[in-house]
RNA sequence: GUGGCUAUAGCACAACGGUUAGUGCAUCGGUUUGUGGAACCGAUGAUGAGGGUUCGAUUCCCUCUAGCCACCCCA
């Protein structure tokens, strides 16, 4: 990062050209387009959602399966569909060394089903029920929240067609989102399997065929290529036409009326809420029956806390009214990307993949979207925690024997911070106090003779010369103990914050 | 893929058609060769790329690239 070329140089054209050789380019490597690095300072955002992703699979009775970022495209143009924009235009694919045609997957439940195929997961007690995550891959246009490397998680149950299921699935979404503590609606339709869809589509078709002149040049392209988009337009004309359209619940045949009916039912003896919503269509093709999506909450930071304690003020509290007032204020973009995530019964993909046919219904989110909506609420994730100790030195014998110190210490299972490369105390002293250490130990020259070591509280800058030999077990007395009072003293100052 | 806005240091911002492109934070060093959360001093570091207009462009124009926003689509 830090290298910079000083060199200005052309930039190589974007298609390679037979008469752009492989000169050198000074040029300094950037991003690709769409894609985004993952700093440190933001590592523990991922690392909460993989745990709660993992915590809730875990008691939902869901192993881990990863599958390949690559897999042959025909997997996914069978899976996902050859009409959708997906297939036809955001797919990264490539030909291998052999000229098969490979790609970098769009999504992810196309793999797993691949996986439950090969690896003959139909002998396994059914349903089998499996999560994920990671990275996929769409060349679309950025924007917020959309990237063309963007991450998902996934919950999949496939072997079984049971209402329970679907409703179990839903649960789990919604319990998903609830634990993390983020607002957020169900939203949740059927569209029949594969004849009611048809059937349905025909109706929505002639519906809209007969009103063509009040549509949107959009609808007008949808109403061939993908009529069920028709639903979710946002122009306020084609709204209109929106309303007295006809809804999929309408055209369910029997049996798959039946089926909605009883995941619905399931889902209110669950107290799971929910929110019918009869213009609900998916976008990929293979989803059949029930389809849901879950939205955010409508993000109101106005509304938050409103005191009233203006006259406070002036007296006692400058800083950390300050402080909050800041917080308040700070603008909040509403993210335009309303869902975070979504999915459905995908009852006959097994079977359209070479499978004996295998009924299925899974859900995916999206992990960017959802640390959007986390830091746009501030939600609580944990602090990420600093580390106990930091080691400083003074001169190189002092660092010599420092070394061995940590390489000990760590051993024991401490967690030390350091700046070995540094000289003089106060540089270290800084480090220490930026990371948040609750005790650092100093050792030079005096200390290297008497075969000691210094000890200093960060929070009260007392310090003590010990031991060097009983350096460990005063380290754990003094963690021990601030433990307690710094969870006693955390407790006295939330009440006075109160107060 | 379509449209709109934008591009100055790691970050946040300033400036001007004209000498050396400023400030804050951050980073590094010093005031103190053994002490942090304060102060002071100093240093590193930038006009996204290419072309044009001009005596002179970071500023005006064009192209490219990237970012943001909306559409499309979707997570």
Redesign the pocket.
């Given at each position: 990062?830090?290298y910079?070329s000083?060199e200005?140089?052309?930039?190589i054209?974007?298609k390679p050209t037979e008469d752009q050789p492989q000169e050198k380019s000074k040029?300094t490597p950037?991003?690709?387009?769409?894609?985004?690095d993952i700093l440190p300072e933001d590592q523990h955002y991922w690392d909460f959602i993989s745990r709660r992703v993992d915590a809730t699979a875990k008691t939902f009775g869901f192993g881990r399966i990863v599958t390949p970022v690559l897999e042959e495209t025909s997997l996914f143009v069978r899976s996902v569909g050859k009409e959708?924009?997906?297939i036809e235009?955001?797919m990264y694919t490539l030909d291998d060394k052999h000229g098969s045609s490979i790609s970098l997957r769009p999504?992810g439940t196309a793999g797993v089903v691949r996986a439950y195929i090969e690896h003959g997961m139909l002998n396994r007690p059914q349903p089998v029920k499996m999560f994920y995550y990671g990275p996929?891959f769409?060349?679309?246009?950025?924007?917020?929240?959309?990237?063309?490397q963007?991450?998902?998680f996934g919950f999949e149950i496939i072997g079984d067609k049971h209402p329970v299921l679907d409703a179990q699935m839903l649960m789990m979404t919604y319990v998903f989102y609830q634990e993390i503590g983020l607002p957020i609606s169900l939203q949740v339709n059927s569209v029949g399997h594969p004849e009611c869809r048809e059937d349905y589509k025909k109706v929505l078709v002639d519906y809209y065929k007969k009103r063509k002149n009040s549509l949107?040049e959009?609808c007008k392209?949808?109403l061939q290529?993908?009529p069920l988009?028709l639903l979710?337009?946002?122009?306020s004309d084609c709204q209109v036409l929106m309303q007295d359209a006809p809804q999929t619940v309408d055209y369910l045949c029997e049996e798959c009326n039946e089926h909605f009916v009883s995941v619905l039912e399931h889902l209110d003896g669950l107290e799971v809420p929910y929110v019918l919503n009869p213009r609900l269509?998916?976008?990929?093709d293979y989803y059949s029956n029930t389809a849901f999506?879950?939205w955010p909450e409508v993000y109101n930071p106005v509304e938050e806390d409103k005191d009233e304690d203006e006259e406070n003020k002036e007296d006692k509290d400058g800083e950390n009214a300050n402080e909050e007032t800041e917080k308040n204020i700070e603008p909040v973009?509403p993210?335009?990307?309303?869902?975070?995530?979504?999915?459905g019964r995908y009852d006959y993909l097994v079977e359209e993949l070479g499978g004996q046919p295998a009924p299925a219904i899974g859900f995916?989110?999206?992990?960017?979207?959802l640390i959007n909506e986390i830091k746009m609420r501030h939600i609580d994730i944990g602090q990420p925690t600093p580390p106990d100790i930091f080691v400083a030195q003074?001169?190189d014998e002092a660092r010599k024997k420092i070394l061995k110190l940590f390489s000990e210490l760590r051993k024991s299972g401490f967690q030390i911070a350091e700046?070995f490369s540094?000289?003089?105390?106060?540089?270290?002293?800084?480090?220490?106090?930026?990371l948040?250490v609750k005790f650092?130990i100093?050792?030079?020259?005096?200390?290297?003779?008497d075969g000691t070591l210094?000890i200093?509280?960060?929070?009260?800058?007392?310090?003590e010369t010990v031991d060097y030999d009983t350096i460990k077990d005063e380290l754990k007395k003094r963690l021990a103990n601030h433990g307690v009072r710094k969870n006693s003293r955390s407790t006295n100052r939330s009440s006075d914050n109160l107060s």
């Open positions: 990062m830090p910079k000083r200005k140089s052309k930039i054209p974007n040029k950037q991003l690709l387009r769409g894609m985004k959708t924009d997906i235009k955001e999504e996929f769409r060349h679309d246009r950025p924007q917020a929240g959309r990237y063309r963007f991450h998902q949107c959009d392209n949808r290529k993908n988009r979710d337009c946002k122009e269509v998916r976008g990929l999506e879950i973009k993210s335009s990307q309303s869902a975070l995530g979504g999915g995916a989110g999206g992990i960017e979207r003074l001169g700046s540094k000289n003089g105390l106060k540089p270290q002293m800084e480090m220490a106090n930026k948040g650092t100093i050792l030079g020259q005096k200390e290297l003779i210094l200093r509280d960060m929070e009260s800058g007392l310090q």
